[in-house]
Nanobody, 118 residues
């Protein structure tokens, strides 16, 4: 079973940038053979899918309102998934989770919180 641990969250001003990291581990889990995703949950709202990336990193897909601002990437040699977030807005305030697989339904980590405010 996979274990996922996110890091890199914090407080940032509007227009700023944050780079999130997710380290994957687990007996029998082959990171390089699995698509991975980022999802988020804003205060008082449900879980929202943000982006997904194929196992080999060749294809990615984003929810429309983060396209051009967020970039999902991975380092299969280090079992690590990234989310580079630029030009952050107040509505991006949320707890961010990495998730196994494509979409928001897979195993998630405990999350890392990003707060965007003046």
């Amino acid at each position: 079973q996979v274990q996922l641990v996110e890091s890199g969250g914090g407080s940032v001003q509007p227009g700023g940038s944050v780079n999130l990291t997710c380290l994957a581990s687990g007996f029998g889990f082959e990171f390089s053979q699995n698509a991975m995703s980022w999802v988020r949950q804003a205060p008082g709202k449900g879980l929202e899918w943000i982006a997904s990336l194929t196992a080999d990193g060749s294809y990615s897909k984003y929810i429309r309102f983060v396209e051009g601002r967020f970039t999902i990437s991975r380092d299969n040699a280090k079992n690590t998934l990234f989310l580079q977030m630029n030009n952050l807005e107040a509505d991006d305030t949320a707890t961010y989770f990495c998730a196994e697989g494509w979409g928001k339904g897979g195993t998630r980590g405990p999350g890392t919180r990003v707060t965007v405010s003046e």
